[in-house]
């Protein structure tokens, strides 16, 4: 039988030993995530989402349990996983165009990673900042730095953290579009952790909200809305509305 999922979560454990006490994280966690499907996470405050973005990254391990990629068990970094924090941690000694082509190596010619710096430059919409050095940028445009200094890698897996939490709205929802256009451009797996519903409806496919800690997924939302979705209609606002009772209901 053909693998149907493309990433495979099984049965994770993760703990911390915290003030001598031994603090649960992630207890028989699972989910599976198939080609080009864009999934959100959301749950409280230290539930475990950003553990499981490193597991998933290969950044830490898992104490019991898999994760496997294509069907083969991640246990270190690839650059096929790319990982955007919700720090834009951009180098300052470097400008725009430096930090957004620096994962490319110089295994690419140069005219082509031009090429490909300043079509991802562009596709973040920071056209005419390429000689800018970080303390130059608002926040907004350093997290569109950094998202394209992840995007050009052209991952499979792209584990975003809150990348938009510290951002306005109006930045915000801007940002969010050109995080759907590289979407549908190269159609990569995404795992979004976020703390806005709305953004979660508004980008993914399918939404997974977890417990309390130790996290685990205790509902589903699959969102089934045509792109561009319409924040204010009926069918977007019930969605809200669903993963809201879920997270409501978290503990009865
Ligand atoms: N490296 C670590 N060492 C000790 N405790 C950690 C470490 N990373 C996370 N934790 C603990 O694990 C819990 C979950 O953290 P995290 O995954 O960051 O939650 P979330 O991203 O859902 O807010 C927290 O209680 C946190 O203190
Ligand atoms: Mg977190």
Not at 2 to 20: D, G, P
Not at 31 to 42: D, H, K, P, R
Not at 151 to 177: C, M, R
Not at 216 to 230: A, E, F, N
């Amino acid at each position: 039988m053909v693998e149907q999922w493309k990433l495979k979560v099984e049965h994770i454990y993760r703990s911390y030993e915290n003030c001598e006490a031994r603090v649960e994280v992630l207890n028989d966690f699972n989910m599976e995530v198939s080609y080009g499907e864009s999934v959100a996470i959301v749950g409280p405050s230290g539930c475990g989402k950003s553990t499981f973005l490193r597991l998933v990254a290969g950044l830490d391990k898992p104490e019991r349990g898999r994760i496997l990629y294509d069907g083969i068990e991640i246990n270190e970094t690839d650059p096929n996983r790319g990982f955007v924090f919700q720090e834009p941690n951009l180098f300052p000694w470097l400008t725009v165009k430096d930090n957004v082509g620096f994962g490319l190596k110089a295994r690419k010619v140069f005219k082509e990673k031009k090429r490909k710096i300043q079509e991802y430059i562009d596709l973040v919409g920071l056209s005419g900042f390429e000689e800018a050095f970080p303390y130059q940028l608002s926040g907004g445009m350093a997290s569109r730095a950094s998202l394209a200094r992840t995007f050009i890698q052209e991952p499979g897996v792209i584990l975003l953290d809150e990348p938009l939490s510290a951002l306005d709205a109006f930045t915000k929802e801007s940002i969010q579009n050109e995080i759907l256009k590289i979407w549908k451009k190269n159609k990569p797996i995404i795992i979004l952790v976020t703390h806005d519903i709305e953004e979660a409806v508004y980008l993914s496919d399918r939404i997974l909200v977890m417990s309390d800690r130790p996290g685990k997924i205790i509902g589903q939302v699959m969102v089934g809305i045509d792109h561009p979705r319409d924040r204010t209609s009926t069918e977007f606002v019930a969605k809200r509305k669903e993963i809201l009772e879920i997270l409501k209901n978290k503990n009865e």
